[in-house]
């Protein structure tokens, strides 16, 4: 999955708008829009803050799956 899906996908479980969502990882909007829009990618703390994020809301992403 890619990391824009999976922005969307836990906006969609969460029932979550992207402002909702930055406003949770500390974030700005446009930030959270370039991530699912796939305008951008997030450097490697912002990442594990989404996994950390993730994980606390019990949605795990299996990166291994269909390997």
Request: aromatic share 10%.
């Amino acid at each position: 999955m890619e990391f824009s899906e999976k922005i969307r996908f836990v906006r969609d479980k969460l029932d979550m708008s992207q402002e909702d969502l930055a406003r949770a990882l500390n974030l700005s909007f446009a930030t959270i829009n370039r991530w699912e829009n796939a305008k951008a990618k997030p450097i490697k703390i912002t990442q594990a803050a989404f996994d950390a994020f993730c994980q606390s809301h019990g949605i795990i992403f299996d990166e291994n799956a269909g390997r």
